[in-house]
């Protein structure tokens, strides 16, 4: 509405006088100037976006439109309403926003019974979705307003005008209260009433930041709720292994240290990177979101503790099997002895066996029960030698494997079925190289990044978190460019997601809970990172702004346990 559209209006209902001459009225001239303020303060309020200046510019926006002493913003919390900013010019009271903290206690919407409380004007607003306008408190019949004559008398002010004015939002709740004391003439400096062109001048001002508001709580709970889902994936994901729990939260707090410190870093390739608040959040969300893919990955790989594990290791199997091939040895055994001792049955009466007679004798029973401990004995060395295989703690050499293949040649018997003691996939598990999992599971795993990054590239983010993709799907890409799933070289990736790397290696190193390691100490972890770094694992620049800052040791001291701590 133009400043024309408004005066016709003022003055097609009587509240200013129209005017037929050039000149305009002090009345007129007066509204001009209001209107001027309620734009210039709209204007601020929309492009306000912290909630505490925004609610002190619209108490100081409402104390200038209304040329007011004082006033307070109530917000409606619960069943009660609670004072948010108070402002008094004579009396020079800066509570709550940017000012003092509130130590005023909230007032009840609603007295012991239940009944609504109507002898508070911000109440009586609230409950009547009304503005009140009482030209002089003292005279007041309707309010209770016993508690602001004990603080005049004990502030020697004067409390008169008050102007009471409900702040309602798109779906008519009411939200605040806004609230102005002694409108001053601006001439005499007497307080006067709060006119009506006052009034509807701080109404309109009070609906523009209703709006406001309720744009910035929507936006504030829009965010809150993405956060717990993104933080709710990442839970899932996390929780879906018991070896991996905590990855998922780990890993975003440490690259948020990492990429402070390179924020900090007034040096060298990281003098110029710089981070904004935005940029922390987007980087944040990235973190919280850099393994979501592996929400799809068979638990029974994430899980992989041995490299005969599927759903339960295997290893149990193959004991079993040369339980029953040594009980099978150990029968056949027995059998023979048996088969001896009947071979060699003298008749009786027998007749008497010297010494020699009866050594030449046992020398056959003696030959057999070394056979079949040495027999039993290997036996027990193969198990061992699998047992140790399973684990991949230690890399397989040529020899072992070998031993491996060798191992097939025994059999056992099942259902007198004769069956080799470990198969060609059981061989072929316990033959990896490092680790626990084959190049197939290692596949598998690895895949989790194409399916993190096709999981956010069908999320629509918003602009301010545009890069949140390209961060969470970098952290395994390698500076030399030997990296997944894109294979992009240092200057391909943005610092962030070089820093989310690092980030994910430590974190791996460190980790107490894989089901294949125990968490290393920090000499080791920081050895590796090192070597990783001349090896063009990881960003040099980084590598050093980690170890500069000290970032390993606040992390440690966080998430390791004491044993870990061996460096400062």
């Given at each position: 509405m133009t400043t024309k559209n408004i005066i016709n209006s003022f003055e097609k209902n009587g509240i200013i006088s129209s005017n037929t001459d050039n000149e305009l009225s002090p009345d007129i001239q007066n509204i001009i100037n209001q209107v001027e303020k309620l734009t210039d303060i709209g204007i601020a309020l929309s492009a306000e976006k912290d909630t505490t200046?925004?609610?002190?510019?619209?108490?100081?926006?409402?104390?200038?439109?209304?040329?007011?002493?004082?006033?307070?913003?109530?917000?409606?919390?619960?069943?009660?309403?609670?004072?948010?900013?108070?402002?008094?010019?004579?009396?020079?009271?800066?509570?709550?926003?940017?000012?003092?903290t509130i130590n005023i206690p909230n007032i009840p919407l609603y007295d012991e019974n239940g009944e609504p409380n109507l002898k508070n004007v911000v109440c009586y607003s609230y409950h009547n979705n009304k503005t009140i306008n009482i030209a002089d408190a003292y005279d007041a019949v309707n309010f209770d307003f016993s508690g602001t004559k004990a603080f005049d008398k004990k502030n020697n002010y004067r409390s008169k005008s008050f102007l009471s004015i409900p702040l309602t939002n798109h779906e008519g709740e009411i939200i605040g209260i806004l609230q102005l004391i002694n409108a001053i003439d601006p001439e005499t400096k007497e307080i006067i009433n709060f006119n009506s062109v006052s009034q509807r001048f701080a109404e309109a001002l009070a609906s523009q930041a209703a709006i406001v508001l309720t744009k910035q709580q929507l936006i504030a709970d829009l965010e809150s709720m993405f956060e717990s889902l993104v933080k709710l994936i990442a839970t899932a994901v996390d929780e879906k292994s018991p070896y991996t729990g905590g990855h998922c939260r780990r890993v975003p707090e440490l690259t948020s240290m990492l990429a402070e410190a390179a924020h900090e870093t007034n040096h060298g390739y990281l003098q110029d990177f710089t981070l904004t608040e935005?940029?922390?959040?987007?980087?944040?969300?990235?973190?919280?979101?850099?393994?979501?893919?592996?929400?799809?990955?068979?638990?029974?790989?994430?899980?992989?503790?041995?490299?005969?594990?599927?759903?339960?290791?295997?290893?149990?199997?193959?004991?079993?099997?040369?339980?029953?091939?040594?009980?099978?040895?150990?029968?056949?055994?027995?059998?023979?002895?048996?088969?001896d001792l009947r071979n060699n049955k003298t008749p009786s009466p027998a007749p008497p066996i010297d010494g020699e007679s009866a050594a030449r004798l046992k020398e056959?029973?003696?030959?057999?029960?070394?056979?079949?401990?040495?027999?039993?004995?290997?036996?027990?060395k193969d198990l061992a030698f699998i047992r140790c295989c399973n684990t991949g703690g230690e890399a397989m050499s040529d020899e072992d494997i070998a031993h491996l293949h060798s191992l097939q040649k025994l059999r056992w018997s099942l259902n007198n079925v004769d069956t080799p003691l470990l198969n060609d996939e059981e061989v072929y598990n316990l033959s990896i190289f490092r680790g626990t999992l084959t190049s197939e599971e290692r596949k598998i795993i690895n895949n989790h990044i194409n399916i993190t990054i096709a999981m956010l590239e069908a999320i629509k983010f918003p602009k301010h978190l545009q890069n949140v993709v390209e961060y969470a799907g970098g952290h395994h890409e390698r500076m030399d460019g030997k990296g997944y799933p894109k294979g992009l070289s240092r200057e391909q990736m943005p610092i962030q997601a070089r820093a989310m790397a690092i980030a994910d290696v430590f974190e791996a190193l460190t980790a107490k809970d894989r089901p294949y390691k125990s968490g290393k100490k920090l000499s080791e972890a920081l050895f590796i990172l090192k070597k990783m770094k001349e090896d063009g694992h990881i960003d040099p620049d980084l590598h050093d702004a980690f170890i500069e800052h000290k970032i390993y040791k606040r992390y440690a001291e966080k998430f390791l346990d004491d044993f870990q701590l061996d460096i400062d």
């Open positions: 200046q925004l609610l002190e510019k619209i108490l100081l926006g409402a104390k200038s439109i209304t040329n007011s002493d004082g006033g307070t913003i109530y917000r409606v919390d619960g069943n009660t309403i609670k004072i948010e900013i108070i402002r008094s010019d004579s009396l020079g009271i800066y509570l709550g926003g940017e000012g003092n935005a940029d922390r959040y987007e980087l944040t969300i990235a973190g919280w979101l850099h393994d979501c893919g592996k929400i799809i990955t068979p638990t029974h790989v994430i899980d992989k503790a041995t490299k005969l594990e599927t759903i339960f290791d295997r290893i149990h199997l193959v004991e079993a099997r040369f339980e029953i091939l040594k009980r099978d040895r150990e029968i056949a055994y027995l059998k023979q002895q048996i088969s056959p029973s003696r030959q057999l029960e070394q056979t079949f401990q040495a027999d039993i004995n290997q036996l027990d």
